[in-house]
DNA sequence: AATAGTAGCGAGAACGTTATCGAAACCAGA
DNA sequence: TCTGGTTTCGATAACGTTCTCGCTACTATT
């Protein structure tokens, strides 16, 4: 069974020279003839060889591989997100490995306590709603191991973040709604140890202020749309109910939407919902939801570019990025 | 910069003890005394020795790692069964790799003919819709890879695949519409190539013909929402229209609904609709969307356990494993 | 008391590659 | 002919781990 594999040194016998020049033909053409450089790689492709990564990873320390940290999949801005960073470390001539936490801490400081760091050069994480104690992360970093966070970040963050401009979404969320005339505007937050959840809420809060408007209630809750129809239950069981409602997603948008529906309330006319993603669905579910669109794609690939660039740079400064959001309006919070 | 991390090496001098019960008490327990053992543990934790996986990888041939290779995964499907592959991999002590096509031949071909036999233990795919040439699958099951197709597999295929019951997710689909009074009965089918559009294909022909009804049209094209649009543009434009079509995937049936809805047309009533996979976006259109669901997440799992299989015990046969599906209906094939 | 058996451990090779050092071969200049 | 400098290549030691063999010391058997 044990598929014998062509070895540099197959190659070097084949040739009757020595395994140096070989490795040495292989990649830089240096110290070595045009000719015997030629029959290396020909013979190499005759006799389908295949670098060893164990051994060249053994000796130069480093691997061409990143992790890729992450909570789930199954949505669109996380999947969108997978994406870019798949097709930019690709570009790169860096493999992916993925780690899919399930949302839980549990299963996050499982996985990087038991990420060696013998088998990738970095990390990308996107921590868990229920991340509170960031030592498992601190302690690659005192390894010097290279870490960018994406979308989700720690509060006090010692490394590099790529994020979406969350408090500026959230401002042109609650303009826009307040432009369209509501005025008793609440908002269906998400999980409260996030960071985003709370950019969000104070960008929310933030534009009320400053047009001299009261809250109408906020919710904390997780990011379904199950989520989303809870909150509008207990958000329209108390007297003076809201007339729009900004969503910390669209997943929790269309529960909003479903929920209203349901009960003959007229979305947009009566109660205006907007959401935060630009998640496909919010173009087909009706009425539209608008929303404030997020670059999921290029999320993923500035972070995984910031990532290489600190693996590739011994000492390269941590930053923190925001990439801007834009405001999609849609029929969910057309006032007629 | 050259962060020096703790060896098998360094436990041993600072035990006084040699590399090699050093290892041996890293993993079973025999041949080392009890509290060697445990001395070894306790000061390989405290000096936060994390195995390096190049050193074993090249010693013992085995990585604990597998590629996946999948067209996309910014669908609910895709994004479904890498969690399923996720999830019993990592049970199973296993990593994922990950390896976007693009649904590209040339990225597909590009990325398995890169793919170092030494990096990764196993390889599970899913193929593209492009792809007619199998040579580079076929040099890696020459060279003896694992591998596994799953959901989108090779017409003779030459190793195990595990996918879904196309053909008979697709007789109940039209099944269900015959039995709800539709008659003039078109299929929006998938690519040419692919198997499983051959499948739901001919699932549909038997069961139309079971029935002693004729093709109301068959159009190919790809899997996306615009392509379910164009196709019902093309199928309207003939002189007699069908009164329900049979969607290869959603994605489709979502474009279908749309485009009806936009032109007046009751759905389910008028015209009914039927999807397959179960996305979460059939629940939310409206009307909502019958289909066939697909078990996504199982099929990552079992997928995974096969490959793992192969992997482990060395001759085991090749099997084709087929998973059942189910009708769920809803409002779009209601006929009032 | 002699022998056999076993438990526990160490020395050293091996895995495939790269890096370092030096050696041979060749050439130019004196 | 000798010296010095290239160019091209080979030997060999690493990298961190496992595996095979063998050795010691202790226990059990007779």
């Not at 969350?166 to 999980?191: F, N, R, V, W």
């Not at 929310?204 to 749309?225: A, M, P, Q």
């Amino acid at each position: 069974m044990t598929r014998r594999l062509t070895t540099i040194k197959d190659i070097a016998k084949a040739l009757g020279i020595s395994v140096a020049t070989v490795s040495r033909a292989m990649r830089d053409t240096y110290d070595v003839s045009a000719e015997t450089r030629k029959l290396v790689l020909d013979t190499a492709a005759r006799m389908n060889y295949r670098p060893n990564f164990n051994a060249t990873g053994l000796v130069k320390s480093g691997t061409h591989k990143i992790a890729v940290i992450i909570p789930a999949i199954t949505n669109y801005y996380f999947s969108t997100v997978i994406t870019g960073i798949q097709e930019y470390a690709l570009e790169q001539n860096y493999q992916v490995m993925l780690y899919l936490t399930n949302d839980s801490a549990y299963w996050e400081t499982k996985v990087v306590r038991e990420l060696s760091p013998s088998s990738v050069d970095g990390l990308l994480a996107c921590i868990t709603s229920e991340t509170t104690d960031f030592s498992h992360f601190d302690e690659l970093i005192d390894a010097d191991m290279p870490l960018v966070f994406f979308d989700r970040v720690p509060d006090p963050v010692k490394t590099s973040a790529v994020v979406q401009d969350d408090y500026t979404g959230a401002c042109m969320a609650t303009q826009h709604l307040i432009e369209q005339g509501y005025s008793k505007i609440a908002h269906l937050a998400g999980p409260p140890g996030l960071n985003l959840t709370q950019q969000r809420l104070r960008g929310y809060l933030d534009t009320l202020k400053k047009h001299n408007l009261e809250s109408h209630g906020v919710i904390h809750s997780g990011f379904s749309e199950e989520n989303g129809r809870e909150d509008m239950t207990t958000l329209f069981g108390h007297e003076s109910p809201p007339d729009a409602v900004f969503c910390v997603n669209d997943r929790k948008g269309f529960g909003a939407i479903l929920w209203l529906r349901e009960r003959g309330i007229r979305v947009g006319e009566e109660v205006g919902v907007i959401g935060f993603t630009n998640d496909p669905t919010s173009r087909i579910i009706s009425p539209s939801l608008s929303t404030i669109a997020e670059p999921a794609y290029e999320i993923g690939r500035k972070s995984c570019e910031v990532l290489i660039r600190h693996i590739q740079k011994q000492s390269y400064p941590a930053q923190e990025i925001s990439l801007p959001t834009e405001l999609v309006v849609r029929e969910s919070t057309r006032r007629r």
